[in-house]
């Protein structure tokens, strides 16, 4: 699923990487998983193109998923393929994480895990409290539990 995924994205310009267990396994951190995500690291606000190279490769969008995560609906695509139906392929088309480590990286008051974290709870979590060990959450507006 990863090299058929890969082929169809890369005759975009557009850069795009793995997120999540499969990019935490590169970097020694292995963990157990049943998708493969991508984040696409661009402004989108049409994922038509995207969707439309993956769909020639065979994809198809899992519309059991949506209708079960009507949140998730702006931010991902829930993408399957007929070969490996319970491998399913995400596609995040958040640019948040990207542009906000960028915009704060440079004094290092951001991880790029924080940057994530915080457009997960703030785009997919409706704000929820979270529990931290630090202060970057509060920093970042974040309603943090004590």
Not at 7 to 31: D, F, K, M, Q
Not at 114 to 138: E, K
């Amino acid at each position: 699923m990863v090299e058929l995924a890969h082929r169809a994205l890369s005759s975009t310009e557009t850069p795009y990487c793995v997120i999540g267990a499969l990019a935490l396994g590169a970097w020694g951190t292995p963990r157990a998983t049943y998708d493969v995500d991508f984040l696409i690291l661009a402004q989108c606000t049409d994922p038509q193109p995207f969707l439309g190279l993956l769909r020639t490769a065979g994809f198809a969008i899992n519309e059991t998923w949506h209708d079960a995560n009507p949140m998730a609906r702006e931010v991902v695509l829930r993408l399957v393929h007929p070969t490996a139906p319970h491998f399913p392929v995400d596609l995040v088309f958040s640019v948040g994480p990207f542009e906000l480590f960028r915009t704060d990286a440079r004094d290092h008051r951001l991880s790029f895990c924080d940057a994530i974290s915080f457009v997960v709870v703030t785009s997919l979590l409706d704000h929820i409290p979270c529990f931290t060990f630090d202060d970057d959450f509060r920093a970042l507006g974040l309603t943090v539990l004590p």
